[in-house]
């Protein structure tokens, strides 16, 4: 039985995991749970699964999580903050640590658990896009392993066991296209919240799902595919695909591609990290291909997604760039889902501020420079959006 921590309990990543631990009592044990501000699902999971140790990130709800779990005996270890959050992450005897926490705020989380020696299984993917500099080093040093568990990176994790040293020729990641992968550009103007939240194959939470709107969520994968395996951008490359089959695929050497298929599920890539090198059986849905039907590819339209292009960017001028592009799309996308901005200047507020940063660029960043470019760029996104008409001006 392996113990797992998991972090981000209450949002989707989270949720899906504590499925596979109720679905598996035989195969996995829960060490240590963390949300951020979501006291009764949380109460609700410390009770039904019992974790030695519990955190909630907003310590104005800590009181609350008390009361709402006051009755349990025994009583679980109770913490908050980002503080709190950092304390479960290393804690007890937990083999793996699901990190489900969403943005930059998991980076240091995780950084804890690989330095207490645990294994991750990656479903954050801006740990690496911002922290890649730092994290890959300290993995090697603590000789943990490194799992992905988003359902891109895992299909080309799939694919590649069993392929030689050297082989891996290209990768191919497949993007669903978001919710306007049917709008022509000249709609984009008219776009609501809600429009931007209607993704039409994942249930997922609303930043990474109005990153799929914009393809940054692609962009991003872009980066941390290069992080994960090693892969120059030249090499990585993405393709629309509507229908969610297929996952990402491979190129080897010798021209043969290799993918993996499956519905559109994030229990699989999460079961998969977790249970690495083992397979192990499921009663989900099997695919059936006949039901499938047709599956279809097409360019991405780099007019209609130009947050792609700033990820590529970023990705190739390396260093700390990555993290200020990670820290503007965050703070984008937030206001964005305020309605402060409009959904055409995301990608206009995020190429400001990365190209206010090329001056300053830390080609060879330690840990205290990547934060400290994270809450530069934050703060210039703020000060770029609060003059949306210059921002049009500047940018055409």
Not at 32 to 39: E, F, K, M, S
Not at 48 to 76: G, H, N, S
Not at 200 to 212: L, Y
């Amino acid at each position: 039985m392996k113990a797992i921590t998991l972090l981000g309990s209450t949002g989707s990543i989270g949720t899906q995991t504590l499925d596979i631990v109720q679905s598996h009592p035989d195969q996995f044990r829960l060490v240590g749970i963390a949300a951020g501000r979501n006291v009764a699902l949380l109460a609700q999971q410390v009770r039904q699964f019992r974790p030695e140790i519990v955190a909630i990130r907003d310590e104005r709800c800590l009181e609350d999580l008390r009361a709402a779990i006051a009755d349990l005996d025994p009583q679980p270890q109770i913490v908050a903050g980002e503080v709190g959050i950092v304390e479960v992450a290393r804690y007890g005897d937990a083999e793996a640590v699901v990190t489900g926490i969403v943005g930059c705020a998991g980076l240091l989380p995780t950084l804890a658990a690989i330095e207490a020696g645990k294994d991750i299984a990656l479903a954050n993917k801006e740990t690496l896009i911002a922290g890649g500099p730092v994290v890959l080093p300290l993995v090697e040093k603590h000789g943990v392993k490194l799992l992905p568990a988003d359902s891109e990176h895992s299909a080309i994790f799939q694919c590649l066991q069993g392929v030689p040293a050297g082989g891996l020729r290209r990768i191919l990641l497949t993007a669903s296209g978001g919710a306007f992968r049917d709008w022509p550009v000249e709609r984009l103007p008219e776009v609501t919240v809600a429009d931007a939240l209607k993704h039409p194959n994942w249930s997922m939470g609303q930043k990474i799902t109005v990153d799929s709107a914009t393809l940054m969520n692609k962009g991003l994968e872009v980066i941390e595919a290069h992080y994960l395996f090693g892969v120059d951008y030249d090499h990585i490359d993405i393709v629309i695909h509507p229908q969610s089959i297929i996952h990402s695929l491979i190129e080897v050497q010798d021209t043969s591609m290799l993918a993996q298929l499956g519905w559109p599920d994030m229990r699989l890539p999460l079961l998969y990290a977790l249970s690495w090198p083992e397979r192990i059986y499921t009663d989900w849905e099997p695919l059936d291909l006949v039901k499938a039907g047709d599956l279809t590819f097409r360019e991405p339209d780099h007019a209609k997604y130009p947050c792609m292009d700033l990820a590529y960017a970023a990705g190739r001028a390396g260093g700390t760039m990555t993290a200020v592009l990670n820290a503007a799309n965050e703070q984008a996308v937030a206001l964005f889902l305020a309605e402060k901005v409009s959904f055409l200047q995301i990608p206009q507020v995020i190429e400001r501020v990365c190209d206010r940063h090329r001056r300053d660029l830390n080609p060879t960043p330690g840990l205290e420079d990547i934060l400290a470019v994270d809450r530069w760029a934050r703060q210039a996104v703020l000060e770029a959006s609060a003059a949306p008409a210059a921002i049009a001006v500047s940018l055409g």
